[in-house]
Every structure is written in structure tokens, then in C-alpha cells.
């Protein structure tokens, strides 16, 4: 699966990368959006991006479950800045289910989680925790990113 570590992926300014390309050795990989009851986990994923020099964490953001993401990338932005200090890096505004699903989340879905889950993602805040030789772990929603064992 180190495939996904090279799959391009769109920044904010409209610039292609990798995750691989982002620098470090794991990457933590999350769907997010500003009005979802998870939203606080922000603070978790900030908190291990300064707190863990080899994990790069990788936000995503989505609109696809509520429309808990409506913001442009301005207001996405400044909305995680302000409130949780966020500096990890966030990529352009992307699908993560269904036809119009980005191609690193095409690959991250077919990892099942520790329930067993494999499939579309099901909520915001869904995370993948990516090794440098490709092996991922899928969490759900409902792991925080501080019980997350690093």
C-alpha cells in the first residue's frame, strides 16, 4: 500500500503533491470539517503534529456528511488557526465517498479498521495512520487522536 504515499494529492493552492513529499515517516491522515460534534479532535491532531517530529498530520477537509465543511479555503484556514492553532498541513477541499472520491482516499478505504470496516468513509474525522513502508491503520470517528497509540 506505499502507493498511497505517492499518490498526488492537491494542496490549498492548487499545487500537487505527495504525502511522502510532505516530509516525515508517518503520516496521519484525517477527513475534516469545522461543524461536526468531532471538530475539537483538531486539538489532538495539532497537538501530535508539534509533539511528534516523524508524524506529519494531513487534514482533509469534506463537505460530504452535512455539509459540516462549507467554508472556502480562506475560512477553513483561518476558522483552524484561530481556534486550535492548527499548522499541519491542510489540502484542498475533497470528496472521500462515492463516485467523485479523490484517488488517495480510494486507496485508504479499502483498509479495514480494527472492527473489521473496510469501505467508504463514514463520518468526518475518520483517520489513517501511514508507515513509511506503506502499512495503514484506519481508526474511526469515534478514536481520538490522543488514544491513538503512536
Not at 41 to 67: D, M, R, S, W
Not at 93 to 119: H, M, N, Q, R
Not at 131 to 143: C, L, Y
Request: aromatic fraction near 8%.
Amino acid at each position: 500500500m506505499s502507493e498511497a504515499l505517492d499518490t498526488k494529492i492537491t494542496t490549498m493552492e492548487g499545487t500537487h503533491t505527495t504525502l511522502r513529499e510532505l516530509g516525515g515517516t508517518r503520516w496521519l491522515v484525517v477527513n475534516v470539517a469545522s461543524a461536526c460534534g468531532a471538530t475539537p479532535q483538531y486539538k489532538g491532531l495539532q497537538e501530535i503534529h508539534a509533539g511528534n517530529e516523524n508524524i506529519t498530520v494531513v487534514g482533509f477537509p469534506c463537505n460530504q456528511f452535512g455539509a459540516q465543511e462549507p467554508g472556502t479555503h480562506a475560512e477553513i484556514c483561518e476558522f483552524t488557526a484561530e481556534k486550535f492553532h492548527v499548522d499541519f498541513p491542510l489540502m484542498a477541499k475533497v470528496e472521500v465517498k462515492g463516485a467523485g472520491k479523490t484517488g488517495l482516499y480510494s486507496i485508504l478505504s479499502e483498509v479495514a479498521d480494527a472492527e473489521g470496516y473496510s469501505g467508504d468513509i463514514r463520518w468526518n474525522f475518520e483517520k489513517f495512520l501511514i508507515e513509511a513502508d506503506g502499512t495503514i491503520q484506519r481508526f474511526s470517528t469515534r478514536v481520538t487522536p490522543e488514544s491513538i497509540s503512536l
